[in-house]
RNA sequence: GCUCGUGUGGCGGAAUCGGCAGACGCAUCGGACUUAAAAUCCGACGGAUUAAACUCCGUGCCGGUUCGAGUCCGGCCACGAGCACCA
């Protein structure tokens, strides 16, 4: 009987061969096969990591018997902010917590039966592991893609704290107090990663991937093409100067460099900091009362509102740069200071939000686009059209005017062909205890001191109050907080921030490979040889964080000539998520959890591992139920019963078998295909099959040809990545003394697919009329001859005349009547 | 609002390049075995009309292309996801 007593007897087995050891001799073979790794959270492992884990596990057993050599890493994201909260609550120290956590999910993982690498284990809240992290930065920062600036961060003035995005609630609110979040300036850690927002864009088309995730990434890249336009500033009829004494150039970014001549003011983002410099004294007092209240909402408060347009008018006028018409400069939230030049050319007549302000505010509408098709359009429109009262444009298509305003206005120097893009530095700055400090300190003299590598780790102070009081946790810590300037050897302080945990996964995948190096991060050479992971499986939520900051990391690696290769993850899958019973998300409080661990010690860690293959299509995940569990046990006791019985029957020669020959490379063939797709259902589907057949064909006799002997054997072999621990059992049984892993996986006879005599549909017009079994290679004028002679031929036909005969071989033969 | 994805029996889900819709399984019903039940095995199982179907209808809805459409095209509807004043 198989049971979890079975998974363990395996397990010990796998362990003491060393099954899931990496022979670096055949690199030539190589397979990095990745899962995402899992924060180790107090909970316990739940289906989630189940689904995450076990299926792409059965995938990379079915390549290690398809003659790869297979590295199955696995590690924990140990950083981060629930353990640090978790801390707030109990007064257990996250340290505590997360290697208690690591210890009891290692212990769980382990009864999933994976094919780990357990050698190469890591978390990443160790100092062995984070010392890299800050190599990592340093080096980020001697290349210039690590750069300090002042952000604006969730601030909420009631609990005087840092908010992460997901503690502000939807309405704008603390999560804690209910308070309404602001915005507060800190001065704040980026990583560059908009310096390779083209070659994040350029690389995404090659990668095999979901293209609904590469689609995710293409728009949060954001790349757009337009122009920037050049505008002098007036301020009471003097021309703005800027801080050199020179005359203000006002850039603005257009994608719709065609609509300058319908330009009837300008507006500029709140938060610029050129707003002061072209505001007039008499304007100045409410223009400043509006950049304060546009700095109180938050960027969630200002979507929530209706978002009714408002503004003031700064006093200044911009000099359109081809009319040298005068017009007002207006400060309006709806202009972000972080995306293009943070100023807009408003063109109310072609644009839905200069439409909505200029109604408001009751601005001249100055239209110069029309419809090409000469139908008169309600404005604001916004499509591309023919240019009027354009001065020398007019007449032109919004094509031709966009390519010949640029290409003058370059000639001039009052503008040039811009690409913006929607991506914004990383903020790796986290005012948070539990992640990796960052390895800088401030001297009076020196100014940011890098830490010099030798000094690295810089060691996470166990010894902190980590209680929520609008300070970085480690800033209250004064023997962290006070140190030497490396440099001059002054008195200096620490950064009291902590590294955002993205950092930690975004360049795991290599760690890995060298997880013991004590001298670098990893080796080169290691590297280039394991790299890029063959096979990452996680889920979605990932398309854009994460998989986008690993890709960002290995490129600037890369130009560090610390590796060779582009792209970290060169095919990547998403597993779908399973759901509770009910349909919601499983959760404690809506008490539809499912516990795997119970289910393993009742089941076994195959039957769990089947349903999860079985009952759910990998890439969509659904709603958990207990029937499929039922289904798989059915399956797995049904062959048992096969096998006990083809060991104790009497073996006799083998028969020729055309059908059975027939089923079993079928079943090979699209075993193979469909697990190779992660379409695990369909292969479990095929094996059933195979099953049905071999269980009828023994029913009757107590003995067993050896060809169907074989059949069972292969069988079990298919079996072996999707059921691994019963497989092995089943091979023991059946007198085999090796693993039944260090089996070459079948490969079909393309021969024995062949069969003499194949079933076809007969239509008319399309609707089946009857089927037959005729031979393979009938001619067409053979059977064509056949169908006129069935005896319902006449009846089909009701009086038409056959016009065409359609025969697809194998398939149908279609009779077109009329 | 924009972009993308999905929609198939009572249920989970199959269906190659446009070629027999519903593989495989669950549930249900009937039968065998059993004193009985469970387990197991055999059979039926989209709907309708039926004596029976090789009859008619059927892949969210409406239309189109085609000898032939779940699959391709156009237009809707519903659900889900991503982005969200990005100039």
Redesign the pocket.
């Known amino acids: 009987m198989y049971s979890v007593e079975v998974d363990r007897k395996w397990q010990q087995k796998w362990a003491d061969m060393k099954l899931a050891a990496f022979n670096p001799k055949r690199l030539d073979k190589k397979l990095y096969v990745l899962e995402m790794f899992s924060y180790p959270s107090s909970a316990k492992l739940h289906v989630g990591h189940w689904f995450n884990y076990a299926p792409p596990d059965s995938w990379a057993r079915m390549q290690k018997m398809r003659g790869y050599e297979v590295f199955q890493p696995i590690g924990f994201d140990a950083f981060g902010l629930p353990a640090e909260n978790y801390a707030i609550k109990t007064g257990i120290h996250p340290e505590d917590s997360t290697l208690k956590n690591i210890d009891t999910m290692t212990k769980q993982l382990k009864t999933l039966g994976g094919m780990f690498n357990w050698d190469a284990l890591l978390a990443t809240c160790d100092p062995d592991y984070y010392r890299w992290n800050q190599w990592l930065f340093l080096q980020l920062y001697k290349h210039g893609l690590a750069y300090r600036k002042n952000a604006p961060v969730n601030w909420c003035p009631d609990c005087q704290t840092v908010l992460a995005n997901e503690q502000v609630m939807d309405d704008g609110t603390c999560e804690r107090c209910h308070t309404e979040v602001t915005k507060k300036s800190l001065t704040q850690w980026f990583f560059k990663i908009t310096a390779y927002a083209d070659e994040l864009l350029e690389k995404l088309p090659a990668l095999d991937w979901p ?2 995730t590469k ?2 990434q293409t ?2 890249i ?1 790349r ?1 093409e ?1 122009a920037d336009a050049v505008f002098a500033v007036e301020l009471n009829g003097a021309p703005v100067l800027d801080e050199e004494k020179n005359p203000l150039a006002l850039s ?5 460099i065609d609509t300058l001549y319908g330009v009837t003011y300008l ?1 500029i ?1 709140p938060e610029s900091p050129l707003l002061p410099l072209l505001t007039s004294e008499a304007q100045r007092a409410s223009v400043e009362a509006y950049a304060e209240k546009t700095k109180k909402a938050s ?1 969630i408060a ?2 929530a ?1 209706t ?1 009714e ?2 503004g003031v008018f700064t006093g200044a006028y911009a000099i359109h740069p081809l009319t040298q018409e005068k017009l007002p400069l207006w400060t309006a ?13 408003a ?1 109310p007549a072609h ?4 439409f ?1 302000f200029a109604h408001t505010m009751n601005l001249p509408i100055k239209p110069v686009i029309e419809p090409s098709s000469g139908v008169d359009e309600p404005l604001p429109f916004v499509e591309y059209g023919t240019l009027k009262d354009s001065g020398p444009y007019t007449g032109l298509s919004s094509e031709e005017a966009i390519a010949a305003l640029t290409r003058d206005l370059e000639a001039e120097g009052l503008g040039r062909k811009v690409v ?3 991506l914004r530095d990383w903020l790796v700055s986290r005012q948070r205890y539990w992640g990796t400090p960052i390895p800088i300190v401030y001297c009076d003299h020196c100014g940011t001191v890098p830490l010099p590598e030798s000094a690295l780790p810089l060691t996470l102070p166990y010894d902190v109050a980590f209680s929520p009081d609008g300070v970085s946790p480690l800033a209250k810590s004064e023997t962290f907080m006070n140190t030497e300037c490396p440099v001059c050897g002054g008195p200096a302080r620490r950064d009291p921030d902590t590294l955002d945990t993205f950092v930690c996964s975004s360049w795991y995948q290599f760690r890995f490979v060298d997880s013991q190096n004590k001298e670098a991060p990893f080796d080169t050479a290691k590297v280039n040889a394991m790299c890029p992971v063959d096979m990452y499986v996680g889920g ?2 990932h ?2 964080m994460h998989l986008l900051y690993a890709r960002f990391i290995t490129k600037a690696l890369r130009d560090m000539k610390m590796l060779d290769f582009d792209e970290p993850f060169q095919a990547l899958v998403h597993q ?1 998520m399973i759901l509770g019973s009910d349909g919601q998300k499983m959760s404690k409080s809506a008490g539809n959890t499912v516990s795997p661990d119970e289910l393993v010690s009742q089941y076994g860690g195959d039957i769990f591992r089947l349903h999860l293959l ?4 990998y890439t ?4 958990w ?1 207990d ?2 569990l ?6 797995i ?2 062959i048992e ?1 096969l096998v006990q019985k083809a060991v104790s029957s009497r073996k006799t020669a083998a028969v020729p078998d055309k059908d059975l020959a027939y089923r079993v490379n079928y079943t090979i063939l699209h075993a193979t295909e ?1 697990a190779l797709k992660f ?1 695990f ?2 292969t ?3 094996l ?2 195979l ?2 057949h071999l ?2 064909a023994t ?1 009757n006799s107590d003995s067993i040809t050896e060809n169907t002997y074989e059949a069972i054997l292969t069988l079990l072999v298919l079996l072996a990545p999707f059921a691994p621990h019963f497989a092995e059992e089943m091979w023991e049984v059946t007198g085999h003394t090796t693993s039944i892993f260090a089996e070459a996986w079948p490969v079909h006879d393309e021969k024995a697919l062949i069969r003499d005599e ?4 007969v ?1 008319i ?7 037959l079994m005729i031979p393979r290679d009938i001619e067409e004028a053979d059977l064509i001859e056949q169908i006129k002679e ?3 031929y006449a009846n ?1 036909l009701a009086g038409r005349q056959p016009v ?1 005969w ?1 025969f ?1 071989r ?3 033969l ?1 009779i ?1 009547a009329k």
């Not at 644009?351 to 200069?354: C, E, N, P, Y």
């Not at 079985?614 to 299509?617: D, I, Q, R």
């Not at 194949?758 to 549909?761: K, N």
Request: aromatic share 8%; hydrophobic share 35%.
């Open positions: 293209e609904k689609k995710i728009n949060w954001g757009s337009g603005v970014f257009t994608t719709r507006v983002a960027e200002r979507l509102a978002r347009k408002t939230d709806y202009v972000i200071a972080s995306y293009g030049t943070g100023v807009v050319m063109v644009d839905t939000r200069d909505e913006s893009y929607r979605q939520e398309a854009a779908g079985f009952s759910f299509a969509e995940g659904g709603n139920t029937d499929g039922l289904a798989v046990s059915r399956f006791s049904r019963t469909d379409q259902n369909t479990v589907a095929r059933m099959e099953l049905n269980q009828k029913a194949v079933e076809i549909a239509q017009n399309g609707q089946i009329k009857t089927r069935q005896d319902a089909w065409k359609i697809v194998g398939r149908l279609n077109v």
